[in-house]
C-alpha cells in the first residue's frame, strides 16, 4: 500500500463514484477552477463513466441501436479535461479523520491510500434483489448498469425460450416489459400492487394497467414473488408466487434500489431513514465542512411533505452534481428539494405525476380533495386529439396544491411540468385557474386539461 | 319601439356578444343561479354562437373538415339551458344611466330597448383592413367569423388561379398561408416585420421564415402593402407594395384585429391606450358596479411589464367569461391578468412564447440580459429527437425571468407553459434550474432545454 502526497499547495478534490452525480460534479469544479488550483481525481469500480441508465430499457428494446449511444463522456473525455478519472477502482474506506480514502483497483487488488482537501460522495444505489431461492441463477437480471443491460441482452440472443417475466411494475419494470415485447417476448409482470406503476395512485394505475395488457403484457397484481425455480441445468424455468408459478426463460427484476452507502455508513456519515445520505442544502454531508454527496446514494427535501425522501433520478443526480461542483469549486449553488416529478411512457401511453399521491398525503398528516378529469390532447375538433386523464390533490381549506398525475397520449407527460412549477411556487388550485397557459387547436383545447382539473379541484375545495 | 320590462322580481343579466366571452358567462351565471332568480338574455348580430374563431385556418387548410365543427355550442343549445339567446340582433346603444340597451334586428330592422340589472360586454373584435383602393373587391378576404371562412373557402373552389397572397406574418397571417398551401395555392406572405411571426424576437422569427421557405411560401418582409389592384372584372388581380406588386387570385388579410368598442366608447364607458374597455380584477368595467366585460373587447394586464396590454385570444376570453358569469351570478372571481403566453405552428414546426420580447422590455423600461441555446426535444440517443432553441429573457441584477420564445418540433410549444408558471411565481432564472421537471429519454434530455437556458442565463446575470 502506497499514500499519494505532494500536490505542491493545490488542492486535491476526490470523487468517488464516477457516474451522473460524481462526474458533474468533477466536470463543474473543473469549470471553476484550473488544474494548477485544483487537483481531480475520480474513482469508479465498474467500465464505464455518464452513462445514461435511463436509457437502458431503450437499449434492450432496440430504440436505441447501441451501448455506446448511453454514454455521456467516456473516460477519456473527462481526463482530456484534467480530471484523473480511475476507472475499476474501487474506494473501500472513507477515513473522514484522516482526510483520506483507501482505493483498490478491482483487476489488480493493489490499494493506496489518497488524501483529499474536499471529497464527493456519488457512490448511486445498488439493485434490491431479494433473498430468495434461484435469485442468482442464469436468466436472472437486472438492468442498473451498462454491463446488466449488456448481459441482458446477451442472454436474451441466446435463450431459445420465448417467456420473459418481469418482476415489479414500477418504471423500469413497466419499461422493461414493453423493451421485452418488442424483443418478440411473451411478457408477465408480477407485481406486488395493487395496479402497476405504486409511483400513481391506483385508479391511474389502472390506465397503464389496461395499456399494458393492450400490448400483449400479462398483468399479476397482488402478487408477491416467493422464489424462482431453476431447471436441471441450473437456469431459471419460472417464477413462484404463493398462489401460482409462471414460466420464465428470463426473468428481469425491476423492484427498485437502494443508496449505496456502506461506505458511508462505516465512516460514521450521517444517513437517513432511507438509508440515503443526509445534506444540506449545498449538498455538504450534514456536519462536514469539506464532503458533499449526491445523485442516488443521497436523500433529498420533498419540498410538498416537507420530508426526506429517496427518490434515485437521473435528473436530480444531475442537478446535484452541478451544485456539488459549483461549491467545492469556490462558487456558491443550492438544491432545494424536489416536487416529486418522473414521467414515463408505455408505448404511446404517456405517464405522469408529481407531487404526493393520496397515501403520501395520509402520511404526512394532510387532509385533501382529490379530482379526477377527461379532456383532450388537442382541441376535440383537431385531427389526433386524444383522451387525457388529470388527477389533482388540493389541501382541505388553503386550496394549495398537492399533486398532479396524468395519464393520456401525445403531450400528457411534459403537461406535468405546470404542476411542477406550480408546487415549486407552492400555488392553490384556484391561483392555478388564472395561468396563462399556451393555448391553440393543435395543443390543447381552449381550456388544458390542467386548467380544467385546477377549476374542479376549487370548487370542491370551496364547496368544503 | 317597445320597452319590454316586468320580469316579476327576477334580475335580468343582459349580454352583449354571443361568442366565447359572452357565452361563457352566460353558462356561468346560469350555472350560479337558476332561471327562477336570473334571466339572462344575449344578443349576438351573427349567424353563430360560442364558435372557435382560432380553429378557422384549420378549417380552411382541410385539417378540420366542417365548419360545424367549430361552434361549441349551438344558439338551440344556450336556449336549452334557458338562456334567451337571440341571434342576428345587435345592439346599437346602451343607455348606462337608464340601465338598459336598445336592440336592432338586423334582418327585420324592428328596434326595442331592453332594461338590465347587470350588463356584460362582450363585442369582440374587428379585423384591422387598411383603407386603400381596392380592399373590398372580390377575391379579398379576412378571417375573423365563420361566414369569413365560409367566404374564403368558396372563393377557393370558384377561383382558376392558383396564386394567393397572405397579408400579415402574425399568428393568423402564418397559419393561413400554410392553410393555403394545403389547398394548393402558390402562397406569397407580405410582411411589414423584418422577420415573420413578430410576436417573437426577429432572430426567433427568422427561424419561421426558414420553416415557410421549407414549405415552400415566399416569403417577402419589410414591406408595406399600399394598394390593391383589381381586374377588369373588377376582382383583385394583384397586391402592390412601393417596390414590387404581386399576382394575386385570392388575398387574405391577417394583420390582427381591433377591440370593437364603439358601443362603449358612445357610452362613456372607460377605454385604454389600445382602445379596449378597462376593467378591475373582477371583469367590472371601472367605475361601473354592474357593467362587466371581457374578451376580445378588453384589455388585460400583462404580470409581466405592468401595463395594461391588448392580448384578443379565445384563451382569454374563455377565462374572463367565467369569472364575469361567477361574479355576476353572485359569486366572486378574478382575472389578475396574463404573463403574455401564445404557441402555433408551421407544419411540423412549433413556435411559442411568453412573457416580454426584447422590444417590450426596452418599452417599460427593463435592463435585462438576454441567451439562447439549441438542444434537443429527447434524449440525444433517443430517437426521433429533435432540435429545439430557447430564448430566455432575465432582468439585469435582479435575475427575474421575462420572457421565453421557443422554436423547435414536437414539445416546443407547450414547453413554454414551464416559463408560463414561472413568470406567474415571480421566479428568478436561477430559482428556475432547480425546478424538477419531467425526465425521461422520449420527452426531454437530462437538462430539460428550458433548464439549459436558466442555467445559461443565471450565469450571465451573475457575470454582470
Given at each position: 500500500m502506497s499514500m499519494s502526497g505532494g500536490r505542491g499547495g493545490r488542492e486535491r478534490l476526490v470523487v468517488i463514484g464516477g457516474d451522473a452525480a460524481g462526474m458533474s460534479a468533477a466536470s463543474q469544479a473543473r469549470r471553476m477552477r484550473g488544474p494548477d488550483e485544483l487537483e481531480i481525481v475520480a474513482f469508479e469500480r465498474?467500465?464505464?463513466?455518464?452513462?445514461?441508465?435511463?436509457?437502458i430499457p431503450y437499449w434492450v428494446g432496440g430504440d436505441v441501436p447501441e451501448r455506446d449511444r448511453l454514454i455521456a463522456r467516456t473516460p477519456e473525455e473527462h481526463r482530456a479535461r484534467d480530471i484523473d478519472l480511475r476507472m475499476r477502482t474501487e474506494v473501500t474506506e472513507i477515513d473522514v479523520a484522516g482526510a483520506r480514502v483507501r482505493a483498490r483497483?478491482?483487476?489488480?487488488g493493489d490499494e493506496s491510500w489518497v488524501s483529499y482537501d474536499k471529497l464527493v460522495i456519488a457512490t448511486g444505489a445498488r439493485p434490491i434483489r431479494p433473498d430468495?431461492?434461484?435469485?442468482?441463477?442464469?436468466?436472472v437480471h437486472g438492468v442498473q448498469t451498462l454491463d446488466d443491460g449488456q448481459a441482458l441482452l446477451d442472454s436474451l440472443a441466446h435463450t431459445r425460450g420465448r417467456r420473459a417475466v418481469v418482476v415489479g411494475a414500477g418504471y423500469i419494470g413497466v419499461e422493461m416489459a414493453e423493451a421485452l415485447i418488442h424483443r418478440g417476448f411473451q411478457v408477465t409482470v408480477v407485481n406486488r400492487g395493487k395496479e402497476p406503476m405504486s409511483p400513481l395512485d391506483p385508479d391511474m394505475g389502472r390506465l397503464v394497467h389496461r395499456a399494458m395488457e393492450g400490448l400483449g403484457i400479462t398483468m399479476v397484481n397482488d402478487a408477491e414473488v416467493t422464489k424462482l425455480l431453476t431447471g436441471q441445468d441450473g437456469r431459471v424455468r419460472a417464477v413462484a408466487t404463493e398462489d401460482a408459478e409462471y414460466p420464465a426463460d428470463i426473468v428481469v427484476f425491476g423492484i427498485g434500489v437502494r443508496p449505496e452507502t456502506a461506505l458511508a455508513r462505516a465512516a460514521g456519515l450521517p444517513l437517513g431513514a432511507h438509508g440515503g445520505l443526509l445534506t444540506d442544502l449545498a449538498m455538504r454531508v450534514r456536519g462536514h465542512e469539506n464532503i458533499w454527496a449526491g445523485g442516488d446514494c443521497v436523500e433529498v427535501l420533498n419540498l410538498v411533505s416537507g420530508q426526506e425522501q429517496y427518490v434515485p433520478l437521473g435528473t436530480h443526480a444531475n442537478k446535484h452534481g452541478q451544485v456539488i461542483g459549483s461549491n467545492a469549486g469556490g462558487g456558491y449553488a443550492t438544491?432545494?428539494?424536489?416536487?416529486g416529478t418522473a414521467v414515463s411512457k408505455v408505448c404511446d401511453l404517456e405517464i405522469a405525476r408529481t407531487g404526493l399521491r393520496e397515501k403520501d398525503a395520509h402520511r404526512v398528516g394532510l387532509q385533501f380533495e382529490t379530482v379526477t378529469i377527461e379532456s383532450t390532447s388537442r382541441a376535440g375538433y383537431y385531427p389526433g386529439a386524444s383522451p387525457m386523464t388529470v388527477k389533482m390533490l388540493a389541501e382541505r381549506r388553503t386550496g394549495r396544491l398537492l399533486g398532479v398525475q396524468i395519464v393520456g397520449r401525445e403531450g400528457a407527460a411534459k403537461r406535468v411540468d405546470i404542476a411542477a412549477v406550480a408546487l415549486t411556487a407552492q400555488m392553490t388550485v384556484e391561483q392555478m385557474t388564472a395561468l396563462d397557459l399556451g393555448y391553440a387547436p393543435p395543443f390543447s383545447p381552449v381550456w388544458d386539461p390542467v386548467l380544467v382539473a385546477a377549476r374542479k379541484a376549487t370548487a370542491k375545495v370551496r364547496a368544503r
Open positions: 465498474g467500465h464505464f463513466s455518464s452513462f445514461s441508465a435511463c436509457g483497483g478491482v483487476d489488480s430468495m431461492p434461484g435469485a442468482d441463477a442464469p436468466g438544491f432545494p428539494g424536489v416536487v
